[in-house]
């Protein structure tokens, strides 16, 4: 096999003469393979990886963002895992995929055919570099031992609570001074981050502690416990973000700052209330993360030039509307980064802080010593601000502020919690907001959802139901022509595509996330419906006049263009459909 692997690397020009001899000669002082031509420094461990696996009759896979999943690790038993270098990878529910370390280890092969004869099931075993291998070997190592040990330590204690009364509290404090419940919550903490999750959930289901993280807007199981070792888990993140232990009553919220990975990471806590135990949310802040771009986050250009025109205005309100988690904020400091220079005073009131800009005074509002983002707005205002940030318009006083602000000469941005562009007025009026007041300082409004992004790849073409082909066709056909491409047609099949699943994208077919949006310019004659209680049937009207698409306009055109899938237009709209 030596011989074999040798003669690739020079047929593909990786070892030349010279360098084969000096590897025969490592060889010969009883070096394997790997160790005398990629620990010689002859040729790549990739490029080595990849000639192995061809001469094997294997396939080569980058586990570089791989994240392992534990549902999968389960299904070997721990004896194979522990006995074998071996990494399960993948699953389908007929084929189970396994990384080899050493692809010549007979006995891993035989203990997998094994497994999979007996289950019913295909097997596929997969290679990949070294440095790979051990790096997802030890994570997952070291996330199981570490888990084993604490529920050890963790059973021992609970048992000892059932015989003795009162005796529950003093045990947890004894478990989470123990090392490995520290080393649970580091370790989630750290993989959490390195998934590029925005939030992590504990939460007691049934007999099990679950922890979840939401990656590109969707909560994907990452581990489950035995329930006796929830209460320690929950205390340990109270200890880290100086909460009360022993409060389980009653909702409480803290911060965690640690450094991971180089970059200073803030983890926003909120501990619930359930039925007889306690949940955590932990909301992941990159505070080493500049605001991106407009661009950058998916808006069409079209959108992206009427936001920098607004944007100029010297004062007026810039208002985006969508739920929780439709990037919003991200946004807003998009934007408010294009005016950034030092001749412009920009203020803001954040809860929490997300994006620290230089240049930028920022200001974090906390409700609980009174200090709301109505009571920071009025402070705002005697500091000479020329553009302001309001988190977020939740009351009356906040929004009657906000609007004097802007009829005083100020640029304002903000966000309200509204399902569409059109509910804008309404909210404000629900606030008691005059309408005149509205007309005369509303600029731009802006309604955004974040669709998920097919994964580069394992892009792949998307088979469509005839019923579903010929609504698509209907309603892309009602989009205003400027946003359509030249060579688009849609009285033809329109191709969709979808992502297969791969290690990339931890087998999801999705990969980050992309803006989708509806916008509405108050023109003069916007102004006038606004004055007349902002009537549906003339917004309309108004709306089709400045060539706007609505929300699912733009996430429709995002698959045909392959942005996204049929799956994510059918989801965001499903979701605007049950907030109405």
């Excluded at 020079?10 to 620990?39: F, I, M, W």
């Amino acid at each position: 096999m030596n011989d074999q692997i040798i003669k690739l690397l020079q047929s593909r020009g990786l070892l030349n003469e010279d360098s084969k001899r000096k590897v025969e000669d490592l060889l010969t002082r009883g070096k394997t393979l790997e160790q005398a031509v990629v620990g010689g420094k002859y040729v790549s461990e990739v490029d080595f990886t990849k000639t192995q696996a061809e001469a094997l009759g294997l396939a080569f896979v980058d586990l570089a963002n791989t994240i392992i999943d534990p549902e999968v690790v389960s299904l070997v038993p721990k004896q194979t895992l522990d006995n074998f270098k071996i990494l399960p990878l993948k699953f389908d529910g007929q084929t189970l995929e396994v990384v080899l370390r050493d692809a010549q280890d007979f006995r891993a092969v035989e203990s997998l055919e094994f497994l999979a004869d007996e289950k019913g099931w295909k097997l596929k075993i997969l290679l990949a570099t070294p440095s790979q291998f051990k790096r997802l070997s030890k994570n997952l190592q070291g996330l199981s031992t570490e888990v084993e040990t604490a529920l050890e330590q963790a059973k021992g204690k609970f048992e000892k609570t059932k015989e003795e009364e009162g005796g529950v509290a003093g045990n947890i404090e004894e478990i989470i001074k123990g090392a490995p419940v520290s080393r649970i919550i580091s370790i989630v903490m750290r993989n959490a981050v390195e998934a590029g999750a925005s939030d992590i959930h504990i939460e007691p289901v049934e007999n099990e502690s679950r922890i979840r993280y939401r990656i590109d807007g969707v909560l994907r199981t990452a581990l489950s416990l035995p329930i006796y070792v929830h209460p320690a888990l929950i205390s340990r993140v109270k200890v880290l973000a100086n909460l009360k232990i022993d409060e389980t009553r009653i909702p409480q919220d803290g911060r965690i700052t640690q450094s991971i990975n180089g970059k200073k990471i803030d983890f926003r806590i909120s501990t619930l209330p359930v039925v007889d135990h306690e949940k955590v949310v932990m909301r992941i802040l990159d505070t080493t993360a500049g605001a991106p771009t407009l661009e950058n986050l998916g808006f069409r250009k079209e959108y992206i030039d009427i936001m920098k025109e607004e944007i100029k205005k010297p004062h007026g309100m810039f208002l985006i509307t969508g739920p929780t988690g439709s990037g919003k904020s991200t946004t807003l400091f998009a934007a408010l980064s294009t005016l950034n220079a030092d001749g412009v005073n920009i203020s803001t009131l954040e809860d929490p802080v997300e994006y620290f800009i230089s240049g930028v005074n920022q200001s974090q509002i906390r409700p609980e010593i009174g200090y709301t983002f109505a009571t920071g707005l009025r402070a705002l205002l005697r500091q000479d601000p020329n553009v302001v940030m309001v988190g977020e318009i939740r009351d009356r006083e906040t929004a009657e502020l906000a609007i004097h602000a802007s009829l005083t000469g100020h640029l304002i941005f903000s966000t309200l919690h509204t399902n569409d562009v059109y509910g804008l007025v309404p909210r404000l009026i629900d606030m008691q907001i005059q309408p005149f007041l509205l007309a005369a300082t509303l600029n731009l409004g802006v309604a955004q959802r974040l669709a998920r992004k097919i994964c580069e790849s394992c892009k792949t073409d998307q088979e469509v139901a005839p019923e579903v082909m010929v609504q698509m066709q209907s309603e892309l056909k009602t989009i205003p022509k400027k946003y359509i491409a030249a060579e688009m047609d849609f009285d033809q099949p329109i191709k969709f595509y979808h992502g297969a699943g791969c290690n990339k994208c931890g087998n999801t077919g999705y990969s980050g996330r992309t803006a989708a949006a509806e916008l509405f310019q108050f023109t003069p004659q916007a102004q006038k419906l606004v004055e007349e209680g902002f009537p549906a049937d003339k917004f309309k009207i108004e709306f089709e006049r400045q060539e706007m698409m609505t929300l699912r306009q733009d996430l429709i055109l995002k698959a045909v263009e392959g942005k996204t899938t049929l799956e994510e237009v059918l989801r965001l709209s499903q979701q605007a459909a049950e907030t109405e």
